[in-house]
């Protein structure tokens, strides 16, 4: 079992940064794959981008490509996004995702979630 909390999120202005982190408790932490997915009321869930169990190979949505950068400490559980040249239309809540092994696009095959946190983007 893997629990996962999101902090960091806030109200920043158009260009702005801010930096997400995912703290995980549990075992193992060291062989999932992690991804952050964003969502906002009446929207799909999209995925912004994922990493694999070892850090060393990330990916990103074409949308945010550029602009946020996924790492991960594994010594600390953690995993981070951050986020620059923040746009309006970021504006969502971000959740942080796991499951073991290998990074996938698809939220659905995520097995563990965090509650999420607000991002919102003044203009």
């Known amino acids: 079992q893997v629990q996962l909390v999101e902090s960091g999120g806030g109200l920043v202005q158009t260009g702005g940064s801010l930096r997400l982190s995912c703290a995980a408790s549990?075992?193992?932490?060291?062989?999932?794959?992690m991804a952050w997915f964003r969502q906002a009321p009446g929207k799909e869930r999209e995925f912004v981008a994922g990493i694999n169990w070892s850090g060393t190979s990330t990916y990103y949505a074409d949308f945010v490509k550029g602009r946020f950068t996924i790492s991960r400490d594994n010594a600390k559980n953690t995993v981070y996004l951050q986020m620059n040249s923040l746009k309006p239309e970021d504006t969502d809540v971000y959740y942080c995702?796991?499951?073991?092994?290998?990074?996938?696009?698809?939220?659905?095959?995520?097995?563990?979630w965090g509650q999420g946190t607000q991002v919102t983007i003044s203009s």
């Open positions: 549990g075992r193992s932490f060291s062989t999932y794959a």
């Open positions: 995702a796991a499951r073991p092994l290998n990074m996938e696009w698809s939220g659905n095959v995520y097995h563990y």
